[in-house]
């Protein structure tokens, strides 16, 4: 029995508001126990709110329903050919990918039972199709969209707005920059401006993504019965023998100290919006380039630490490239808005490639966006390479969607001052301006244009797998990702290796329990969410992998919780 004394008792409490902390207060309550949310911004749903909102499940149910081919053992061969391969990154053990191939599925029907209302993306490629155990079809699940008025008044405000502006699934999305030569993005736009009219003349509010996810996870655990506050930051974890036994956090502006009888589960998020631990860690990478929000600053991983819990992969970030615009950087705190950056599908399109300093192509333009930014960064270590330079023609400009403006558009001459876009009419003219060496610049593009001609890439295979068609032009005739880049004016436009969150963290057992440097658990304490090391490594296998396993091992922890209290599941 504990001998400290406490302001308020909880059987279990979680700190952070993300899925991961919803799913555990869903598991708990139909046990019947007593569960608090500490979420210390004003707002609910951390950066999953703002997020796509999907989460990555092998052999989910929807995949069956649609008749998708999927099984725990092609999973977990993708797993193996992927996660599994990197030997520094200790949180990817075979024990715990074995896990969360097992509970993930079962998580997604945990939640549908509970009325929250699940979907599956109809095409999303794992981002390495072509491993063994890929699927192309993909395996995503996300939500379907959520009328935030069902929310109770004091709690429409709270939920954390959509990076997303439209009433649209992201299949819907997909579309939309294809609308000026494709019907099929046409219909899809009406589609969307049709549901947005409708719902404003029926008084809804209608929530896409990452705020529909965490929208339905708010609902039910509402519903539920349990405990939410905002504004109420965690300041340290209660100890007592080695366990922890509750947390500190703050009520009327004065310390309060909370019990857990359970236990305490963190899902606070990373340390993407903390540069001093980014220094540490990962000093070629700045908060500017982050998208998470701002409450993502680290300390509850500082107070693990303090604790004994043993850290890995805290190098890893889940990367996202990104092409800021002067006046876009994240110098609020508050995470660059997902429409002010060029992210994957953008540099992914034809007609452009990307060039470190010198002006020699390094990787393929259709990785994924984790891929993208570790090759970038494990590139700067022996070539300037931070930034990089995207280098584009007339026909890119002219076709596609340039950093949030529409095709044939001109673009704000503030980018050209800033430097940040460089214009010339050559290539040599170009590489002058930016200081790449005009011969090197121009050998590089005129082999990329003989492959791109001929259909394929012969450095990098750009192309080849499902997930570089998907993220290419969609009504492009011929490969849908390659395009020679032949028509001038040419474009330089500055590219760094941003994020959407850190992906190390503390190490964590297959029960979501967080362990010391020598292996052993502290009683106690369980961690999800970008506050752990990911189960995938190094490596984000597919869309959703760190909001998948952040529900998960939210839903692991709770279920570990219980049974440690003799509770049935």
Known sequence: MSTQQFDEMFDFVAVGSGGGSMCAALVLRKLGKSVLILEKTGLVGGTTARSGGVMWVPNNRFMEADGIEDSYEKAAQYLDATSGQPDDAPAASPERRAAYLQQSPKMVDFLVEQGIRLRRIPYYPDYYDHLPGGSVPGRTVTAELFNVKELPAEWQAKLRPSAIPFPAHLDELYWLPTLTRSMKGKLNLAKIMLRGLAAKLTGKELAPAGRALQGRMLQAVLKAGADIRVNAGVSALIMEDGAVKGVVTTKDGAPWRVGARLGVLINAGGFAQNQAMRAKFMPETSSEWTGVIEGDTGEMLQEMMNQGAAVAQMDETIGCQMALPPGRENKSGNGVTFGAFAGQMDIAK??????????????????????????????????????????????????????????????????????????????EELAGKTGINPATLKATVERFNEDARAGHDTQFGRGERAFDKWLGDAVAKGNPSLGAIEKGPFYAAKVVPGDVSTFGGVMTDVNARVLREDGSPIPGLYATGTSAASVFGRCAVGAGASIGPAFTWGYVAAQHAANAGNLAV
Do not use: N
């Open 350 to 427: 034809p007609h452009g490639i990307i060039v470190d300093q010198t002006g020699v192509r390094y990787m393929s333009e259709g990785s994924s966006y984790s891929e993208f930014c570790m090759t970038m960064r494990k590139r700067h270590k022996t070539v300037p390479a931070i930034p990089s330079y995207w280098i584009m023609d007339d026909q890119y400009m002219k076709t596609y969607m340039f950093c949030g403006t529409m095709p044939g558009k001109a673009k704000p001459q503030a980018w050209y001052e800033s430097g940040w876009l460089t214009k010339a009419d050559t290539l």
